[in-house]
């Protein structure tokens, strides 16, 4: 299984990026996808999460109404629409599969995508 993570940069305040994560090596309709973050010092922290159907995402209260995730199963993909970015959106993005069998099963985590926003 291979997770790989696109699209970080540099970005003023106010501006918009948008993350793609490919999956390879599993059957990916079968597994629910989420974007993560995290910043030196802190924990890890869930972003946004999307089901298998896509329907009902969660997000952040801190982003939510400014980012929007969302999947092409045919291109095993998922992406994370970041716009009105702000500071404390400085982190390292990451993507995360986990198989929604109801089972404890193992996730997947990709590498991780630089997103900084400065002035």
């Known amino acids: 299984v291979q997770i790989v993570e696109s699209g970080g940069g540099s970005v003023h305040p106010g501006g918009s990026l948008r993350l793609s994560c490919v999956a390879s090596?599993?059957?990916?309709?079968?597994?629910?996808m989420s974007w993560h973050r995290q910043v030196p010092g802190k924990e890890r922290e869930l972003v946004a999460q999307?089901?298998?159907?896509?329907?009902?995402?969660r997000y952040a209260e801190s982003v939510k109404g400014r980012f929007t995730i969302s999947r092409d199963d045919d291109k095993s993909t998922v992406y994370l629409q970041m716009t009105d970015l702000k500071a404390e959106d400085t982190a390292i993005y990451y993507c995360?599969?986990?198989?929604?069998?109801?089972?404890?099963?193992?996730?997947?985590w990709g590498q991780g995508t630089q997103v900084t926003v400065r002035s």
């Open positions: 995360k599969a986990v198989e929604d069998t109801g089972w404890i099963v193992p996730d997947y």
């Open positions: 090596g599993l059957r990916f309709s079968n597994y629910i």
């Open positions: 999307i089901t298998r159907t896509g329907g009902r995402p």
